[in-house]
């Protein structure tokens, strides 16, 4: 058992120590009061606040086990410690911890039952929700207002653990009644108030950005062999193939790993297969097919279209690509076309043979991956700069038509900023390419996961940017004067002496 799943173990052994630290109070007269009648008593000049020790020890282990649930979470995809018993048991542990403290708030009348009965409610509507999609194979993926309501929540509830159940100069609050400290109980509702507020927006929300496959019943038809057999019965999914270029490490990689958690039978295409081995064993249940391409070779485009023309492709990941990097007048004419048949014509060619296979068969998206490289030219890298620049206007422009035609299919230029990968190892020497490797803004794997989801799930945006430094260094890049943004990439791409 890895450290993730102790932790979340750990989060499930505290509840009911917790639970009984809180029962305690409310069974004042019985026997397993006896040893815990001490209270927490701070003096004030007008004021006598008091609390049981047992709530503030149940409300210390509370805080302790919510952070655990921050931690598990961490340590199982920092160190690709991610199990099924973790996925499950985690969101058990969760809901074991919120709800059963939320019970005993209501019975000793701190809050009241209505509110524990929506917040409850929305917890078993969401996983309702969650199932159905799963059924469609659509994963309901967090999002920043379900984030928001799940802190407001547990804010909430460790302020009632301190303050809840108290007493003010002798009066005890819990029950609601207005006297002359009455102000005071209402204060501290404020956040579970918000946070019950914040349960239901988030739920709605689900519901709303899901409406269509929960309310559409349309049966998608799936593509037939030409036997006439079923595509499910040669794959192992419902989700089809996706097809990705540039496959073998770095970027490509991380996406085709992504795609088999999804659910995903992939392709890899790339000069050496060899590396895709270990996906092969460690996702024995997808299919993956491996293709030896070189695709700055044009011909080959054609071949790797043709070869894939009775899966079931529903994606492609338009990934292989490299850049040549020096002073324009030094670097190598051969490198630099070599780069724009791969960065631009290959692109190009896979694209518009995809797009017409998708419009066809009426599903299907091609994600192209772009660069923040797209957004100004750069000295000393002019070619790749450029090349990228082809790559997001094209996307864009094809997204755009596709839209206004009404089709389902969708291109979607996804826009990376610093990684770390062999990029700079291939395109710079040795010494430029240790100092242009120390600069990235997001994980490999971390850029895939998100990308990779918002990519398959947006419908209006034509490209996506993903990453806060990202974005902000694509809004300064609109935004300055040209020649600044010159200067400072020319002096960042710059040859290191």
């Not at 503030?56 to 199990?83: C, E, H, K, M, P």
């Not at 395109?427 to 998100?450: L, P």
Request: hydrophobic letters at 45%; proline letters at 2%; charged letters at 20%.
């Amino acid at each position: 058992m890895n450290w993730a799943n102790r932790i979340t173990l750990i989060r499930i052994f505290l509840i009911p120590v917790i639970i009984a630290l809180m029962v305690i109070v409310p069974f004042k007269n019985s026997s397993l009061y006896n040893g815990w009648d001490q209270w927490l008593t701070i003096k004030g000049d007008n004021v006598t606040y008091s609390l049981p020790i047992s709530y503030l020890i149940a409300g210390i282990l509370f805080i302790i086990a919510s952070l655990t649930d921050l931690l598990d979470g961490f340590i199982a995809r920092r160190y690709n410690q991610v199990t099924t018993f973790g996925k499950f048991f985690d969101s058990i542990a969760d809901k074991l911890l919120t709800n059963t403290v939320l019970i005993v708030f209501a019975c000793a009348n701190i809050i009241p039952v209505w509110m524990v009965v929506l917040l409850i409610a929305r917890d078993f509507v969401i996983d309702v929700v969650r199932q159905i999609l799963a059924t469609q194979k659509v994963v309901m993926a967090a999002n920043q207002l379900g984030r928001v309501r799940a802190a407001m929540e547990m804010f909430g509830m460790t302020v009632l653990f301190f303050i809840g159940f108290r007493m003010f100069n002798g009066h005890s609050l819990q029950t609601g009644q207005w006297d002359e400290f009455g102000w005071v109980n209402q204060i501290i509702m404020i956040p579970i108030y918000l946070a019950t507020v914040l349960s239901l927006a988030a739920a709605g929300n689900y519901i709303f950005l899901n409406r269509k496959t929960l309310f559409d019943m349309t049966v998608i038809k799936k593509p037939k062999l030409e036997n006439g057999q079923d595509n499910n019965e040669k794959t192992n999914n419902n989700l089809g193939w996706a097809v990705v270029t540039g496959a073998s490490k770095g970027l490509g990689y991380c996406y085709c790993e992504e795609l088999l958690k999804l659910g995903y039978n992939v392709i890899a295409v790339a000069r050496d297969t060899s590396p895709i081995t270990t996906l092969q064993q460690k996702y024995s249940a997808q299919t993956i097919k491996m293709i030896n391409y070189d695709l700055s070779n044009l011909e080959n485009c054609e071949k790797l279209f043709n070869d894939v023309a009775k899966d079931n492709v529903t994606i492609l990941i338009n990934n292989a690509g490299y850049g040549v990097w020096g002073y324009f007048s030094e670097s190598s004419l051969e490198q630099e076309m070599n780069m724009i048949d791969l960065n631009i014509k290959a692109v190009h060619i896979l694209t518009k043979l995809f797009v017409q296979r998708f419009i066809t068969q009426q599903q299907g998206r091609v994600l192209n991956i772009g660069s923040l490289a797209a957004f100004t030219p750069a000295s000393v890298f002019a070619s790749y700069y450029a090349s990228k620049a082809y790559v997001w206007s094209l996307g864009v422009a094809i997204n755009t038509e596709l839209k206004k035609t009404k089709s389902p299919v969708r291109v979607i230029t996804l826009c990376p900023g610093p990684l770390k990968t062999d990029f700079w190892n291939r395109s710079s020497n040795q010494k430029d390419a240790k100092y242009h490797s120390t600069v990235k803004v997001m994980k490999t794997s971390t850029y895939a996961r998100k990308s990779l989801l918002k990519g398959l799930k947006v419908k209006r945006k034509n490209y996506i940017i993903t990453g806060s430094v990202n974005k902000i260094v694509k809004k300064l890049t609109k935004w300055s004067p040209q020649s600044w943004v010159l200067t400072s990439v020319y002096n960042y791409q710059r040859k290191r002496k």
